[in-house]
């Protein structure tokens, strides 16, 4: 089993340029969540999928943030444009979601830097 | 605001000796789990309690959960120098069946000293 799977691992970027990061979930799972890392705001959750539709964008920060899941197997965020302070390192995770009780799987991230 | 908030922040032991961190949260639940981050790492899964357990076990973990409080423990035992990581408790909403929504703590950063 290869795990969840994200590309790139590391991105460098000016501000205003467009970002897309990528995930892959774990195949025969049915929820997909990404997640935001810093060290002032620890762990936040973006949005999550449920069947490949969104469910809760509640964490989205703005506008500028995008995430689409087009089938099972692949999911993007996109942030458009990029500024400095979306720097950070952005976590995809999948889970079976039977039940309220299932194990998220994290991928290893991908660190995002905007200048 | 985050739902979980750890306690230490950051936590030093000898190896050998147990480490316990613990987790307070606001609202109602009907789990909580606990994950390790190594850093540069994703979020790995330790263990899950059910609202209607007091105690779990998995290997030289041991966690209890305490709903009158609103409060986790986690403690380690037998700690040793691949322990170092840090520590997060995670809670669903308490909400209805089927809601994966999970709020992650702020963490625990757990050194052993070899």
């Known amino acids: 089993d290869a795990g969840v799977i994200q590309s790139p691992r590391h991105e460098v970027t000016e501000m205003g340029q467009e970002v897309t990061l990528r995930c892959k979930p774990i195949?025969?799972?049915?929820?997909l969540f990404w997640y935001r890392q810093t060290m002032m705001r620890g762990l936040e959750l973006l949005i999550y999928f449920n069947n490949n539709v969104p469910i809760d964008d509640s964490g989205m920060p703005e506008d500028r943030f995008s995430a689409k899941m087009p089938n099972a197997s692949f999911s993007t965020l996109k942030i458009q444009p990029s500024e400095p302070r979306d720097s950070a390192v952005y976590f995809c995770?999948?889970?079976?979601?039977?039940?309220?009780?299932?194990?998220?799987?994290f991928g290893p991230g991908t660190r995002l830097t905007v200048l | 605001s985050q739902q979980g908030e750890e306690d230490p922040q950051a936590l030093s032991i000898q190896e050998g000796e147990n480490a316990t961190m613990n987790c307070s949260y606001k609202t109602s639940i009907n789990n909580l789990q606990w994950y390790r981050q190594n850093s540069g790492r994703g979020l790995v899964h330790l263990i899950l309690i059910r609202s209607n357990e007091r105690e779990k076990h998995s290997g030289r973990l041991r966690v209890t959960l305490d709903t009158s409080k609103k409060s986790s423990s986690l403690l380690i035992t037998a700690s040793r120098a691949a322990d170092t990581a840090s520590y997060f408790c995670a809670t669903d909403a308490g909400s209805n069946f089927g809601n994966e929504k999970l709020t992650f703590g702020t963490g625990t950063r757990l050194t052993i000293i070899p």
């Open positions: 195949s025969g799972h049915n929820s």
């Open positions: 995770a999948s889970s079976l979601a039977l039940t309220n009780r299932d194990t998220q799987y």
